[in-house]
C-alpha cells in the first residue's frame, strides 16, 4: 500500500492532536500512483501527534493514499459504471431507448446519495511519524 509523506510545521497542539501546516516540498514514495498530481499550496490539517511535537516544530506527517484511490473510484469509476448500467439494464429491460435514459438519471442520482454517504469514510488520515527539527523557543 502506498504512502505519502509529507513535511510540515506544527501550528498549535491540543493534546493528542495538533494542527499542521502541511509544506509543498513534501514527496510521494516512488510508487505513488498520485505523485502528479501533488498541489503546491499550503494547507492546515489536523493530525495524530504520536511523537510528541511542540509548536514551531517542522515535523513529517504520513498520509495513507488509500484513501485518495478509493475517493478517486468513488468519483470517477462509479458513475461510469453506473450511468452505463443504468442506460443498459433500462433499455434492454424495458425494450424502450427513453426508459434507459430514464434509469441513467437515477444512477445519477444514486451515485450522489453514494457520495454523500460515504464522504466521511474517505477523509484521509495524518499521522506525525517524525521530528525533523525542533523549534528554538520549545
Known amino acids: 500500500m502506498s504512502e505519502i509523506i509529507e513535511k510540515g510545521v506544527v501550528l498549535s497542539q491540543g493534546g493528542s492532536r495538533v494542527e499542521?501546516?502541511?509544506?509543498?516540498?513534501?514527496?510521494?514514495?516512488?510508487?505513488?500512483?498520485?505523485?502528479?498530481?501533488?498541489?503546491?499550496?499550503?494547507w492546515v490539517v489536523d493530525a495524530e501527534n504520536l511523537v510528541d511535537a511542540n509548536q514551531g516544530?517542522?515535523?513529517?506527517?504520513?498520509?495513507?493514499?488509500?484513501?485518495y484511490c478509493n475517493a478517486l473510484f468513488l468519483i470517477f469509476v462509479l458513475p461510469l459504471i453506473l450511468i452505463i448500467?443504468?442506460?443498459?439494464?433500462?433499455?434492454?429491460?424495458?425494450?424502450?431507448?427513453?426508459?434507459?435514459?430514464?434509469f441513467t438519471a437515477l444512477s445519477l442520482l444514486i451515485w450522489l446519495l453514494v457520495?454523500?454517504?460515504?464522504?466521511?469514510?474517505?477523509?484521509?488520515?495524518?499521522?506525525?511519524i517524525e521530528i525533523l527539527r525542533r523549534s528554538q523557543n520549545g
Open 20 to 42: 499542521v501546516k502541511i509544506l509543498p516540498e513534501g514527496e510521494c514514495d516512488s510508487s505513488c500512483p498520485l505523485k502528479s498530481a501533488c498541489r503546491k499550496k499550503d
Open 57 to 67: 516544530d517542522e515535523v513529517k506527517v504520513k498520509i495513507e493514499a488509500n484513501h
Open 85 to 102: 448500467g443504468g442506460y443498459f439494464l433500462g433499455s434492454n429491460v424495458f425494450q424502450s431507448e427513453n426508459i434507459g435514459y430514464i
Open 115 to 128: 457520495l454523500r454517504f460515504t464522504s466521511n469514510f474517505y477523509k484521509p488520515y495524518y499521522r506525525i
